[in-house]
């Protein structure tokens, strides 16, 4: 008999009630999906979603029920004509009569109307038609099809020149319906993908099978249940991708842990029900340790405070929190009921290389000269990793926007050439102005001094657009910047001066007057001021808590400092060559994007409490496997070596499912999603190559016993490597095992 811990304690329930364990799994998951799909999913809208001043404003606008709908234009162009030539007019006239007929469309504003200055471009050979679309601007991006369907046959019927819409709801919907592609497509890929990887890993159909099919289950029960809790807290556009990513990763890897060491135990001549109980000790307490881990981690979003953060955190920790139910409870209860069946549906090729479960040669060959000579591999390895990092101290983050999208979507060129023709007008800067009557002579003399002083400094252009809410408590105030990057040092001087000069010596001074600055470029500020704010606190609470959960699994104050310098430097050399990559241009054919100088804002903090979560995995299972042979009486030496060469082969099978994934979504075509997926990518390949094999058993050969030291005073701390009751492995007879 040997003392039985959480894991184990849950392998044997599921073993013995196999039944109410495997359709207990089908039945939540088939209400989970069931249920999220009738409320439907909560969005976080735009007007939520902002941080700081920035989503002061938005907040301002959002509940302001303005009635005045989105707004839309088409360009019209000619490379030969301007605005005065008789054929162009006529063109614009076209344009002007045909939208006016189209609809969902409402207010046409020509620029041959005298009144709406700022429709012509300076050169005159562009001029722009303005439009609304019908409805609420959070939903114009449904009514905006029938303005688009218009604008393709007007270019058709004007060849020579180009015509072409663009606007909030058109970038919505091309955003919305690229998106989608991508999603489905990935969706796709990921699955077969995975299967493939799984059947050169166990060489059987049954075997690999398994782990994607409880890592899809678990995704859609976490896709359901994301919709759920979204009319709680609003999911972002970003939150279902993060989800089908990190669910097929985790629970593949989670599965992958449990049946590699099950085949093992079979193969040293447990019986099937035997070799079960020992794995869920084992392997099983590895697998909760780790999901442990991951969901302490990705809880560090949850500290920043800002909306989109909120929304990833809370789906990832809900796929991961299903996964780790998974693997614990279904898991176990289909093995205990195929026992050595699991291995049907050999595949004679495959079945030769996924049948191994000894010790690696490969990395027995790797491992020979590391633990020969330790300290020359930790200085080469370290070194080059710090090399990688160092890159990342340029790192400059940028909001993705509409252009960054590939330029063979259609609307990414018409925003480029909307920018050349009229600068800064896509981008411009937005005031919101609250008071109990926005209609007052102070306020309006307040707002048009705001207008001639952005006007007067050069860093602000016509045209200037001012709204007033039905109850005339809200005036919106918008002017573009004369920049056509938003994102740039002008654009943020021009902010600057907005902020810290103009309003206070204008509209600021009306002391009934709750004055805001939103816009695209001050949503980028001032989330990166947050940021700079707050991810010491994320570092903090994540370095924090992971420290004390590994000191309670493996009783040392050594291995969570060395876990977490390790993990630290890896996510620091994936910074490194993730702005290597997108930071320039070289990479930009390969991958198939355009780069905007810049790391999307929210990726630097998600991919450290995400790689900081997902490395933790194979770190907690190979020390668990060498703390396993060390309290067997194994020197510690010995004992990294043969558990690291007993689990490299799980562990490199585990990295390949989770770095095929998430090179699928480097492949997609929005720039942040395919960051996303290229930094994670990146760095568990270094963290299952360089740091699992080379630093990890390194940095434990060079401490030796101290690996394990424990200071007295932390005698005090629970043990969760096993609990005190000693049980006996018999399943009851009422549920008897099943031979193959």
């Not at 058709?156 to 663009?166: L, N």
């Not at 009934?512 to 570092?539: C, I, K, Q, S, W």
Request: aromatic share 8%.
């Amino acid at each position: 008999m040997e003392r039985i811990n959480l894991a184990g304690r849950a392998g044997r329930w599921s073993a013995a009630h196999w039944k109410t364990a495997f359709f207990g799994w089908l039945l939540f998951v088939a209400v989970a999906v069931l249920l999220g799909n009738a409320v439907g999913t909560n969005k976080l809208l735009d007007s939520n979603a902002g941080d700081g001043e920035s989503g002061r404003a938005q907040k301002i606008l959002g509940n302001a029920d303005f009635k005045q709908p989105a707004t839309e234009s088409v360009l019209i162009q000619s490379s030969k004509q301007t605005a005065s030539d008789p054929g162009f007019i006529a063109v614009i006239r076209d344009v002007a009569r045909t939208m006016a007929k189209t609809n969902d469309v409402t207010n046409v504003r020509s620029p041959l109307d005298k009144q709406n200055v700022g429709q012509v471009s300076e050169d005159a050979h562009s001029a722009v038609v303005r439009f609304d679309i019908t409805g609420k601007t959070e939903d114009a991006d449904k009514h905006v099809q029938p303005a688009l369907d218009a604008t393709a046959a007007l270019q058709k019927a004007h060849s020579g020149y180009i015509v072409e819409e663009f606007g909030d709801a058109s970038a919505n919907k091309a955003l919305s319906d690229t998106l989608g592609s991508d999603f489905s497509r990935a969706e796709k890929l990921a699955v077969p993908a995975t299967l493939i990887i799984l059947l050169f890993a166990f060489g059987a159909v049954v075997a690999a099978g398994l782990p994607v099919l409880l890592a899809f289950s678990g995704v859609l029960a976490a896709f359901g249940l994301s919709s759920l809790v979204s009319h709680a807290v609003a999911a972002s556009d970003a939150t279902q991708s993060v989800i089908l990513l990190v669910g097929l990763a985790v629970g593949v890897d989670y599965s992958l842990f449990y049946l590699k060491r099950d085949r093992e135990e079979r193969e040293r001549g447990e019986t099937p029900h035997n070799a079960l109980l020992r794995t869920a000790r084992t392997s099983g307490q590895a697998v909760l340790i780790s999901g442990v881990t991951v969901l302490i981690a990705v809880a560090g979003m949850m500290v920043v405070g800002d909306p989109t953060f909120k929304s990833i955190g809370i789906g990832t920790m809900i796929v991961v929190a299903v996964a780790i139910v998974g693997s614990l409870s279904v898991l176990p209860a289909l093995m205990h009921r195929l026992g050595a069946k699991i291995d049907k549906g050999r595949i004679p090729f495959l079945s030769r290389i996924g049948a191994s479960t000894g010790e690696s040669r490969l990395w027995g060959a790797i491992l020979r000269p590391v633990m020969r000579r330790p300290a020359i591999s930790v200085a080469l390895s370290a070194a080059a990793l710090v090399a990688l990092a160092i890159p990342a101290l340029s790192l400059n983050t940028k909001f993705p926007s509409i252009t960054d999208l590939p330029p063979s979507i259609p609307i990414v060129k018409t925003f480029d050439r909307v920018e050349k023709a009229f600068p800064g007008s896509p981008v411009p800067i937005v005031v919101a102005v609250k008071a109990p009557n926005v209609t007052t002579p102070a306020i309006t003399n307040g707002v048009h001094q705001m207008r001639d002083a952005g006007l007067a400094t050069g860093e602000f252009a016509p045209p200037v657009d001012i709204a007033v809410n039905p109850s005339h408590t809200v005036l919106r105030f918008t002017m573009p910047i004369a920049t056509s990057n938003s994102r740039s040092s002008t654009a943020y001087a021009a902010l600057d001066d907005m902020r810290h000069r103009i309003i206070p010596e204008t509209i600021g001074k009306v002391s009934t007057a709750e004055v805001a600055v939103t816009g695209e470029t001050a949503g980028n500020r001032d989330f990166n001021d947050l940021m700079r704010t707050h991810m010491p606190l994320v570092f903090a609470f994540v370095l924090g808590l992971a420290f004390v959960l590994l000191l309670m699994t493996f009783r040392s104050i050594v291995i969570p400092v060395k876990a977490i310098l390790l993990n630290v430097l890896s996510v620091g050399a994936s910074y490194g060559i993730l702005v290597l990559v997108f930071q320039h241009h070289w990479a930009e054919g390969i991958l198939n994007f355009k780069s905007n100088g810049g790391i999307a804002s929210w990726l630097p903090l998600f991919l450290f409490v995400l790689l900081f979560g997902l490395s933790m995995d194979y770190h907690v299972f190979i020390l668990s496997r060498v703390k396993e042979l060390v309290d067997r009486g194994m020197s510690t030496e010995e004992a990294v070596e043969r558990g690291i060469r007993t689990t490299a082969g799980t562990v490199t099978s585990a990295a390949i499912v989770m770095v095929a994934v998430f090179a699928i979504f480097a492949s997609l075509s929005q720039i942040d999603i395919k960051q996303m997926g290229f930094g994670l990518a990146v760095a568990v390949f270094l963290d299952a190559t360089i740091i699992r094999g080379v630093l990890l058993p390194a940095t434990m050969k060079l401490l030796g016993d101290w690996n394990w030291y424990l200071p007295t005073w932390l005698e005090w701390v629970p043990d969760l490597s096993s609990e005190a009751a000693e049980v006996s492995d018999e399943v009851p007879e009422a549920q008897p095992v099943l031979t193959p």
